[in-house]
């Protein structure tokens, strides 16, 4: 009988000794030691692109002090990682507020009115980060798309890319991609071409990773307040599979589905269980 030996790191984050596995990510240690930093362009299911520069950290590694983005570096034996330096924080400022400026008004954001607050105006709050700091540069629209289930707001985009990547490598629907270049880049299906027209499945993951009201659900944005919805944990009634889910219900009423990342299907829907299945309950 042979027992396999997993070694194991001797990581500190913000003063707490805490164990990693050996081929862990920084991100990993600081959220292992109960910590968080903003990652707005990772989503852990298609890993770690590095570009939102949100998860920059310090670390203290061989006697050398550098920064880090967490998502992608690797920790490493008697690593110790700073996540909130002061330097830190307020570059993380800087970072949301261009961010911001790139985007409309969060007083208007889809996502933070009819679901829940979105993750870059969560940040934004966190951090103090003013949407005017900077001049407006908000050069992308919300395109005229006759599909029934998703609203496509590009005003609020971050060019971070998480939908493209779930949509190609995890739902492996291939039916967006990024259309243009800097500034003036977008998300477009091929040939910018309406949803429907489209190799998309309404699988509505690109919805659920877009962490800004750039993607919403199409069928109850507007009629729901964030504030008031009660999120209800269950399996999809719609099959056998058994995909989890939360129903999404306001006032006693039912509105909507969001999928449950927790559960063994970690957030994968088909359309009728992202926009179908509450009708029926
Ligand atoms: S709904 Fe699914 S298939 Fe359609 S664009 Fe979004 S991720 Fe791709
Ligand atoms: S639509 Fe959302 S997920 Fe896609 S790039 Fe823009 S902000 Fe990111
Ligand atoms: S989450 Fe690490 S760079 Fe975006």
Not at 63 to 75: E, W
Request: glycine share 8%; net charge negative; with cysteine.
């Amino acid at each position: 009988m042979t027992t396999e030996v997993k070694r194991k790191l001797n990581v500190e984050v913000n003063g707490i000794s805490i164990e990693c596995a050996s081929n862990a990510r920084v991100l990993e240690a600081i959220n292992e030691a109960g910590f968080d930093v903003p990652t707005l362009c990772y989503d852990e299911r298609t890993g770690a692109q590095g570009t939102c520069r949100m998860c920059l950290v310090e670390v203290e590694a061989d006697g050398n002090t550098q920064q880090v983005a967490a998502c992608t570096a690797f920790a490493s034996n008697g690593m110790q990682v700073a996540t909130h330096p002061d330097h830190i924080v307020d570059y993380r400022k800087t970072i949301l507020e261009l961010l911001l400026s790139e985007t409309s008004s969060p007083t208007t954001c889809p996502k933070c009115i009819s679901f829940k607050t979105c993750e870059l105006h969560e940040a934004a709050e966190e951090y103090n980060a003013k949407w005017d700091a900077f001049p407006s540069l908000v050069v992308r629209e919300k395109p005229e798309d006759a599909n029934p289930f998703i609203q496509r707001d590009y005003d609020y985009c971050i060019s971070c890319f998480r939908c493209t990547n779930i949509c190609n490598d995890w739902e492996q629907a291939g039916a967006i991609t990024v259309h243009g270049r800097g500034q003036e880049n977008s998300i477009a299906s091929f040939f910018n071409n309406d949803l429907l027209q489209s190799s998309c499945t309404f699988c509505g993951q690109c919805i659920n990773t877009c962490p800004t009201g750039a993607l919403t659900d199409k069928k109850i944005v507007g009629k729901t307040r964030a504030g008031d919805l009660k999120r209800t944990k269950t399996i999809c009634p719609y099959c056998g599979v058994g995909c989890g889910i939360h129903l999404l219900s306001e006032n006693g009423q039912l509105k909507g589905t969001e999928p449950d990342f927790d559960a063994p299907s970690r957030g994968s829907l088909c359309v009728k269980g992202q926009f179908a299945s509450w009708e029926f309950v």
